[in-house]
């Protein structure tokens, strides 16, 4: 054979064996789930939910829904839940799936491309289908978050609920009860129709409000009324955590009244701030229409100088029942819970509602001006020094509730996590500064928020909104460029955090050896010891490393997430004595770490003591921050 043709077919034997090889024909993707239709569901759906086997944490549900003839019947269990940002459904806790018709069970089968789907074929002459099932609520936290204790638990209809396909939610009326445990109380949005033993029955609503109206109870309940028509429900784990001071509630009181001074207008009929003290109860921030559900430690009253860190968490969810609620992005809002949301305006929904809630918060008094300013210094200091702001801009930030869901990262400063919140805070906190000097102090981000979120007072519908939208209402309160202004600061990767709020406000950000109250109170809650500024890392309550800044002393060192820090200059780990050692400015400092069962020393090279960060006034009066902090009379 000729030389030349050789290398020839040795070049075509891969292409002659891949012709060999069997190629399947890609299968179509068939959607066999009716579109959403903004058409009445026709009646009523009944739907019950017996939850008290609190000790187990199972929910037994029951739901007859009404059909009008036979043929294919799909139902939905909710999968973009609004407020999460992301398809978090629980699906995997349903379990025990049943339906019948007629008192005859009916086959099912999961839809094979939407496994939140179920289809079953509902027989002539039928005029319901039953679905009983179970939700079986975790009952340690390495299985999602705990919602019953002994004491109390945290209802979530859409987690207890499957809902006809084709309808938009709004547009399904469900008539609702739960049983709880005997002498517990009930606390929702809801309206009661009646109560029959430990049962209560609820008004019909849509399944959309349903699923917008959680309920806490228990058997330690507090109710005090805040305002017409706006009640504080608390919830905990012994009656001594109940013990609120009159100040306290008064507090609680200035929040609603500082709310409506600022937005001018209520986006409820009633409303219901429902609040959990517990231990043993996963905690949350999640909000709603009318009410909002929020889960702190049992000392929020009783250790109320150590929970600095806890209380914007009521303003921020309060916020939202305007910002998010009411007024909501365009692309998010959906007809159902099947439909995907689009998250490209979170950094409006949240990054203001992160302002107006330690805004509010300190309007209010639930934190004072310093708090606040802690608070602020600690947000400033961490945006502007994580290295990801360099290639992740705020706005590809929004997608990561999608992307990531909310799992924990291991490089989180380099990664970037959903920095919409806190960036969206300094943005806004930067419009704010502009808009008072732009106006020369005659106006301010509260004329947006009134003239945006305070529209169509007692409305509770939803007002939609583009980015375009935004724009023109600030061009409304003060003529400038805002949309180059926003895609600049949204849209863009930097080298620094937007600080000029604060530079403009009369305040800079500055690190001493000392760190804030609100620094101090926030190390306590989360139980670690946070050197981010001192050496880069941050350390768990048993020295375990959580998390290290990226291109820091301590990633530079080599030390990861999940490192245990055993030792420090050859003597055992303490936290006092990490400090001293630190505070020393001798360096380097020699650690003895162990990840897995590999131990190793190595060499921290950093010298620039403890650090911590703060803001420090400019001026000698009163400045924009001072402005935005103060109670509105």
């Not at 445990?181 to 609503?205: C, I, M, N, S, Y």
């Not at 768990?540 to 301590?554: L, N, Q, R, S, Y």
Request: aromatic share 10%.
């Amino acid at each position: 054979m000729n030389n030349r043709v050789l290398p020839i077919l040795f070049a075509m034997l891969p292409l002659l064996a891949q012709a060999q090889n069997t190629a399947p024909d890609a299968q179509p993707i068939v959607d066999t789930i009716p579109a959403a239709r903004d058409v009445a569901y026709p009646g009523v759906i009944t739907h019950s939910v017996d939850a008290t086997d609190v000790t187990r944490g199972i929910f037994h549900i029951t739901e007859t829904i009404p059909v009008a003839a036979g043929g294919p019947l799909t139902l939905l269990y909710p999968k973009w839940i609004p407020g999460h940002h992301s398809p978090s459904g629980q699906l995997a806790q349903l379990a025990g799936l049943k339906f019948s018709a007629g008192g005859q069970p009916l086959p099912w089968r999961r839809d094979p491309v939407d496994v939140f789907a179920f289809h079953v074929e509902v027989p002539a002459g039928a005029s319901s289908v039953e679905a009983r099932f179970q939700f079986l609520a975790p009952t340690d936290a390495t299985q999602g978050r705990v919602v019953t204790t002994p004491d109390m638990l945290n209802l979530q209809w859409d987690a207890v609920t499957l809902y006809p396909a084709g309808y938009y939610t709004r547009r399904i009326t469900v008539a609702a009860s739960a049983k709880f445990p005997a002498g517990w109380k009930a606390a929702t949005a809801l309206d009661v129709d009646r109560q029959e033993d430990a049962t209560v029955h609820f008004k019909p609503v849509s399944f959309e409000v349903l699923a917008d109206s959680p309920v806490f109870a228990g058997a330690n309940v507090r109710v005090e009324t805040l305002a017409p028509g706006v009640r504080l429900n608390i919830v905990a784990d012994q009656p001594e955590q109940l013990a609120a001071t009159e100040e306290q509630i008064q507090f609680h009181r200035n929040l609603v009244t500082q709310a409506v001074k600022l937005f001018g207008a209520q986006h409820y009929d009633h409303y219901d701030f429902l609040l959990a003290l517990s231990a043993r109860q996963g905690g949350i921030g999640l909000e709603h229409h009318r009410s909002s559900e929020n889960g702190v430690t049992g000392g929020y009253f009783t250790e109320w100088k150590d929970g600095v860190s806890h209380r914007d968490l009521l303003p921020h969810e309060y916020t939202h029942s305007w910002n998010g609620k009411y007024r909501r992005g365009a692309d998010l809002w959906t007809p159902d819970f099947r439909t995907p949301m689009r998250d490209s305006l979170l950094w409006v929904y949240e990054g203001q509602t992160q302002l107006w809630g330690y805004v509010l918060g300190a309007r209010s008094g639930l934190l004072s001006k310093e708090e606040a300013l802690g608070a602020l210094a600690n947000i400033a200091a961490h945006l502007d020094n994580d290295a990801g702001r360099k290639w992740r801009p705020v706005a590809d930030t929004t997608d990561d509730p999608i992307i990531a869901q909310r799992r924990p990262k291991g490089w989180r400063s380099w990664q970037r996590s959903e920095d919409y919140y806190n960036e969206g805070l300094l943005i806004w906190l930067d419009a704010d500064s502009l808009i008072r000097e732009l106006s020369h102090g005659t106006k301010s981000l509260d004329d947006f928020a009134r003239a945006f979120f305070g529209v169509n007072d007692r409305d509770w519908g939803e007002l939609t909104y583009t980015f375009d939208d935004v724009v023109n209402t600030l061009n409304q309160v003060q003529p400038h460029d805002w949309a180059a202004f926003l895609r600049k600061r949204v849209e863009e990767p930097s080298e620094h955090a937007p600080l000029d709020g604060f530079t403009r406000g009369g305040y800079q950000l500055v690190f001493t050896n000392t760190p804030t109250d609100w620094f101090k109170s926030n190390e306590k809650a989360r139980k670690i010891t946070d050197l981010t500024y001192s050496g880069g890392f941050i350390l768990g309550k048993e020295g375990e490393i959580t998390d290290v800044a990226w291109d820091g002393p301590a990633f530079n060192a080599g030390l990861t997430v999940g490192t245990k820090l055993i030792a420090v200059n050859g003597r055992a780990f303490e936290t006092d004595q990490l400090k001293a050692a630190i505070k020393a400015k001798k360096s380097p400092l020699s650690l003895l770490v162990k990840t897995g069962d590999i131990y190793r020393t190595i060499e921290l090279e950093y010298n620039g003591g403890l650090r911590y960060p703060r803001f420090e006034k400019t001026g000698s009066g009163p400045g924009g921050i001072d402005a935005l902090l103060a109670p509105k009379p």
